[in-house]
């Protein structure tokens, strides 16, 4: 897994920019005018994401396009999935442990609702 990724995906602004481009496509105008970000920041940002290879570019006349692309993203949930897994198995372990306590508590202590 590329470093780089978890650095992109680090930074609120990119995770935004992620967010506004999974939806669909947008030029660097379109994704200026959803951020309080001048041109040149949302420029960088897609750099980065560019570099990670998070985003691609396409050339329309004048105007670049940036798309979402999903192969980092397998990746991440990839190297993410045990531990999800792990914190699932966590909260299985203290689910049980809340209904076993529940279970051994007297009637008349339970509260109803």
């Known amino acids: 897994m ?5 650095s992109a995906v680090a930074n609120d602004t990119r995770r935004s920019i992620l967010e506004a481009v ?7 105008s379109e ?10 920041a949302v420029s960088e940002h897609l750099r ?4 990670t ?8 006349g004048q105007k670049r ?6 192969a980092p ?11 999800e897994r792990y914190w699932r198995d966590r909260l299985d372990d203290l689910s049980l442990a809340l209904d ?8 008349d202590n339970r509260s109803t609702d």
């Open 53 to 60: 290879g998070l985003v691609r570019e396409e050339p329309q």
């Open 73 to 83: 993203f397998a990746e991440l949930a990839n190297w993410l999935h045990p531990f």
């Open 100 to 107: 076993e306590l529940e279970e051994s508590e007297p009637a």
């Open 31 to 40: 994704l200026t005018a959803l951020f309080e970000l001048s041109r040149p």
């Open 65 to 70: 396009i940036y798309h979402l692309e999903a």
């Open 48 to 51: 980065i994401l560019r570099h």
């Open 2 to 6: 590329n470093s780089d990724v978890f």
């Open 22 to 28: 999974r939806t669909k496509p947008r030029s660097v």
